[in-house]
């Protein structure tokens, strides 16, 4: 019974560690978002004047990929997700949780997975060396980081709601949707 206890407490305190990576992931996502949107500013208004910034088109579509993953874990978290539970809603209650917890299940083994066949490509770009080549070489490796960072750490979240944590479709409708 002991051990169970400090299971327990290990639990969760990596999943408030969990908490804390995700929610500075969330705002690094802002700054990136708000760095793409001076870049592509800074860009019209260098074409308008005849100075392109001609490797920021290569760095948004980068930064973009960060912006897709890098969040994954605190929208998980905080349930601001598009959900269409209208077949769920009309099951009876045991087979509503039985439903939901085959979700959690098989969204954390999609997250694992894909995090992992994330994992082999970003060894494999390390030892090839890899290397991006645009309008600036970036090693490729660095592609695929925020790809394995925010696919494992979501799985993290969703193991939590398997857990019975939280339910994903337990909301507040007066919040406020997103970041």
Known sequence: MREGRRVGA???RIFAWSERVSDALAQLTKILLGS?????????????????LVWSASLVEYLLIYCAFLPMPALVRGKAHICADFLRRAMPGPMR???????????VALCLYLGAVAFASLVAAVRSGAYEV?????PGWLLYLPMVIGLWLSALE??????????????DRTHPEGF
């Open 97 to 107: 949780a039985l439903v939901e917890r085959a979700v959690y299940l098989l969204c």
């Open 134 to 138: 645009r309008t600036f070489d970036m």
């Open 36 to 52: 793409i949107v001076l870049l592509v500013c800074a860009d019209v208004l260098g074409r308008n004047f005849g100075a392109s």
């Open 10 to 12: 290990r639990v969760k």
């Open 158 to 171: 969703f193991f939590r709601y398997l857990l019975g944590a939280d339910s994903l479709y337990d909301t």
